[in-house]
């Protein structure tokens, strides 16, 4: 026993000089590989499910009755189809701000109290372990975002203006790295989303669990990540820029395949 | 026939509305689209919203087509006159020290406490290639690798080394001076990085001692 444990810390440490010759990204994707079974986004995909059953808050209920688009309990099919517009609150939503309407309204929680919390942190950890449950229950389905509502269809238009807008002390838009064929910061493949980047590509790859700093990570942060190195001021969580910028993602991966929750560097 | 006349007359009318409509409702979107961004963001930090207020040149370049050809020259001329040459006519550092700068991709987020100069990096290896021993890249923009070599730059008192070191100098300093809608940052009219390491950058892209023109 004791000789098999040795053998194999020779082995490991006559890998090192192989693994240093690696680029990261040869090794990203065999620590993908490594974990293709398990996915650690599956731990929060779980809590998400208990949660949504969970009678919790003020008023001691359970979010079954929280509608996503597709009617009230409906969580099959409503992530590739949201931002979208609810009359009930007269808003384009995502994910992650309907379930703030439905906490609020359903459990009794204080909405901006949930809108302020940060990221990682008491019920906003909730919110993404909820909105990366709602994402796998349309797994493997094809985007198809609504865009009947007339503020569905100006909500595009100004997400394509957002996608576009250059400014801060880098002159940095969306564009400046998203716009062209084939290009990458570092290692990091960029993908194009002027237009549809395809399966289980941009929109269509959050919420993940992101290996490098072991976060799960919605929308809302993917996009609030990229303001940041933008150099962009702050956005507020379910601000109708990142709403404007997921409807103009999903409306031109129309048709691609969620993998979501998914792995990402 | 009288009531062809009345129907093409009618459709007038509609296509002239319609044309109305259209330009008011694109208005009506820059308006919008100003009031969300006002809306959407708030200070955290360093990162202020009024980084969002535009100048010329940011705004002509936030649409997927180009500028007019006489914008983009307006913008390229009025990028050249904002650049502040060496007084000293100390154009180089140590590409020593450039080297690590062109590494740090630090610097200006909301996260970074402070936003002078001499926390920030000059991200060079985010979007180029450089020095040939550093694998990892980017692509956004041109590989640099013997990039003053290249350029014929064998000695940097000679003469004829001095339009690319001049022509570096202001690309550092104001990418837009030669290109309106250059996706590099304004290093030196941005106040991102000072003289001193602009030099550093210099020399690690003209020095022929530096690994770039190895």
Not at chain 1, 200 to 212: D, E, L, N
Request: proline share 5%.
């Amino acid at each position: 026993m004791r000789k098999t444990t040795a053998l194999l810390a020779i082995g490991c440490l006559a890998a090192l000089p192989a693994m240093a010759q690696k680029t990261s990204t040869q090794s990203i994707e065999e620590y993908r590989a490594m974990l293709a079974d398990g996915n650690p986004a599956d731990l929060f995909d779980a809590k998400g499910e208990a949660l949504w059953r969970q009678k919790r808050g003020p008023k001691n209920a359970s979010l079954e009755n929280c509608d996503l688009g597709k009617g009230p309990g409906v969580a099959k099919g409503a992530w590739v189809e949201l931002p979208r517009y609810f009359a009930d609150t007269g808003r384009m939503q995502d994910v992650e701000s309907r379930l703030v309407t439905c906490m609020s309204t359903l459990q009794g929680f204080d909405a901006q109290a949930l809108a302020d919390t940060s990221y990682g942190k008491g019920e906003m950890a909730n919110i993404t372990a909820l909105a990366t449950w709602i994402s796998g229950q349309s797994q493997g389905m094809r985007f198809a975002l609504p865009q009947q509502h007339p503020m569905e269809r100006k909500f595009y238009a100004l997400g394509e203006k957002a996608f576009y807008y250059r400014a801060g002390p880098m002159d940095f838009s969306c564009a400046s790295c998203h716009g062209s064929e084939n290009k990458r910061i570092r290692l990091q493949d960029l993908p194009v989303l002027y237009k549809n980047p395809g399966d289980g590509v941009g929109i269509a790859a959050w919420p993940a669990y992101r290996v490098s700093n072991g976060q799960m990570w919605g929308m809302q942060l993917r996009l609030n990540d990229c303001l940041r190195l933008q150099r962009y001021p702050y956005p507020k969580f379910g601000s109708d820029v990142t709403t404007a910028l997921a409807v103009y993602m999903g409306v031109n991966s129309a048709g691609a395949k969620s993998v979501a929750p998914a792995l990402k560097r | 026939m009288t009531n062809t006349k009345y129907i093409l007359a009618g459709l007038a009318v509609t296509a002239l509305a319609a044309g109305c409509a259209s330009s008011a409702s694109h208005q009506d979107l820059d308006a919008e689209f100003a009031a969300m961004m006002k809306s959407s963001f708030r200070d955290q930090g360093i990162a202020k919203t009024d980084r969002l207020n535009q100048d010329l040149g940011q705004a002509a370049c936030s649409s997927p087509t180009p500028p007019p050809a006489d914008v983009a020259k307006r913008i390229e001329a009025e990028s050249l006159a904002t650049i502040k040459w060496p007084g000293d006519g100390q154009y180089f550092g140590d590409w020593k020290a450039g080297e690590k700068l062109a590494q740090s991709g630090r610097g200006m987020t909301w996260k970074d406490k402070s936003a002078d100069t001499s926390g920030n990096g000059g991200q060079c290896y985010n979007c180029h290639q450089l020095d040939k021993k550093e694998i990892s890249f980017g692509t956004i923009g041109p590989s640099l690798y013997n990039y003053g070599k290249i350029r014929g730059v064998k000695d940097l008192a000679s003469p004829s080394s001095a339009p690319v070191i001049q022509y570096t100098w202001g690309k550092l300093w104001n990418s837009k001076a030669y290109a309106a809608c250059s996706n590099m940052p304004r290093f030196g009219h941005m106040k991102l990085l000072d003289d001193t390491q602009i030099r550093h950058l210099m020399a690690l892209l003209l020095d022929p001692q530096s690994p770039v023109n190895k």
